[in-house]
């Protein structure tokens, strides 16, 4: 017996009528709306969700789903997460927002404290260290924070009559965020091509990244390579360059494209010889991602005995800040590059503000976040986590159109491509990494690859049972995206 399908079955199912709701109010980020509306092959799917527990997010419908992406590279220890939850809502009922120009809080003065105390730290063979990152300054997301960083970078110059250092150095397919000036800096093409007539001049060196190796090249000697090519970019533009910007150890947006960590070594190196300061975006990478708190302290120790560990100039922080609950960015800088704005006039001031700047209950969350990273030593809790990761993706590489199966830490990512080597690559129009994106969502499991690149970069609290189901959904979903 079949029931008879009258227009009021189908809007009392309550994910179509959510659906029908957000897209007629709701332009959605990085989409394409008119997928939303088509149906099947090409069709995107638009999933109302109510609330998160852990790593699991639940649909309006009951449906689960496994969060493997962390809700774009932000939640750290799971959803609603009843430690930051708490200390939002008791900062809430205190203090939820003052100016921050001639006003302070306590939220600001303790979580800068604690940031600074952790920021990556770099010794000299002679046991000196380097001056320290000492000062932070905050912005509200992380685009915010990485213009931050290149307005006092080149601010910074312009102060000591330098006007010539206006140019700035990235890695190719690199990225900074969407607003104009870190879209400048970034080099993926979806993103920056139609706006790249309105976009700052910026010198793009090659990226370390492992995966452009040519053949029967280990990751050092790419890196070695790609250091080179910097090196003499720096040198053809003495004199013009007031920084450099990079993504530590992985490209995230790029496609998960991970390098060997001597780059970092390299470019602290060459960026000191040019006088040209040093930006770690480790929005994405930071607070334990690829394994170490910080990316940077990754680099290996240097020829002449310094330890191992880079320490930038400026480095930005964002996404995982406040454990994924509230936008927040915090721009770290040396003392130097501090005291180079500190004069009579106001115009050699850094006289850059958001409405949000250092919001309380952006902070608050930030030190709750700190707190189980420390307290519950997380970062140690990760290597078993990434441990279990690698074993259960490792039968994935020997799939027919699996490529490249790598890793950092809490990051593994894979290409697929149709002969399962880096040179087969599918069609784009057939979009298989799309494919497996609804694939793996039918089957409870939030996977969404970049191009046809698919990666995992779960919350830290996912456990192995849901490790082993994110590894089963995988295989499934490539299997059917590929068929
Ligand atoms: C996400 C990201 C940004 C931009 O942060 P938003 O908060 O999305 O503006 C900048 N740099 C890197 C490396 C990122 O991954």
Known sequence: MQEPI?????????????????????WHPCTQMREHGLSGDRALPLVPIERGDGAWLIGRDGRRYL?????????????????IAAAIAAQAGQLEQVILAGFSHAPAVELAERLLA??????????????????????DNGSAGVEVALKMAFHWF??????????????????????????AVGDVPLYRRVYAPL???????????????????????????????????????????????????????????????????????????????????????????????????????????????????????????????????????????????????????????????????ACAAGLASLDILQGDDAIARNRDTAACMAALAAPLA???????????GMIVAFELTRGGDKRTPFEPGRRVGLRAYRAALERGVVLRPLGDIVYWMPPYCIDEAQLALLAEATRAAIDEATA
């Open 6 to 26: 009258h227009s009021k079955t189908m809007i009392t199912d309550p994910a179509a009528a959510w659906r029908e709701r957000d897209l007629s109010v709701l």
């Open 67 to 83: 969060d493997a992406v962390s809700s774009w590279w932000t939640n750290l220890f799971g959803h609603a997460e009843p430690r």
């Open 118 to 139: 952790i920021a990556p730290r770099e010794q000299r063979v002679d046991g000196s260290w380097r001056a320290p990152l000492a000062k932070v300054f905050y912005a």
């Open 158 to 183: 312009h102060n000591r009559g330098e006007h010539e250092r206006r140019k700035f150095v990235a890695l190719e397919n690199g990225y900074h965020g969407e607003t104009l000036g870190a879209l």
């Open 199 to 361: 976009l700052l001049e910026c010198l793009f060196t090659p990226s370390p990244d492992a995966y452009l190796a040519a053949p029967g090249e280990s990751p050092a000697q790419c890196a070695e390579r790609a250091a080179d090519a910097l090196r003499d970019l720096l040198e053809a533009h003495a004199g013009e360059i007031c920084a450099l910007i990079l993504e530590p150890r992985v490209q995230c947006a790029g496609g998960m494209r991970m390098h060997d960590p001597l780059y970092l070594r390299r470019a602290r190196e060459l960026c000191d010889a040019h006088g040209v300061f040093l930006i770690a975006d480790e929005i994405a990478v930071g607070f334990g991602r690829t394994g170490t708190l910080f990316a940077c302290e990754q680099a290996p120790a240097a020829a002449d005995g310094t330890c191992a560990g880079i320490q930038p100039d400026l480095m930005c922080l964002s996404k995982g800040l406040t454990g994924g609950f509230l936008p927040l960015a915090a721009v770290l800088a040396t003392q130097a590059i501090y005291d180079g704005f500190l004069d009579d006039s106001r115009e050699r001031a850094f006289l850059h503000s958001h409405s949000y700047t250092g919001n309380p209950l």
């Open 398 to 408: 020997g799939h027919r159109h699996v490529a490249d199966l790598r890793q950092a």
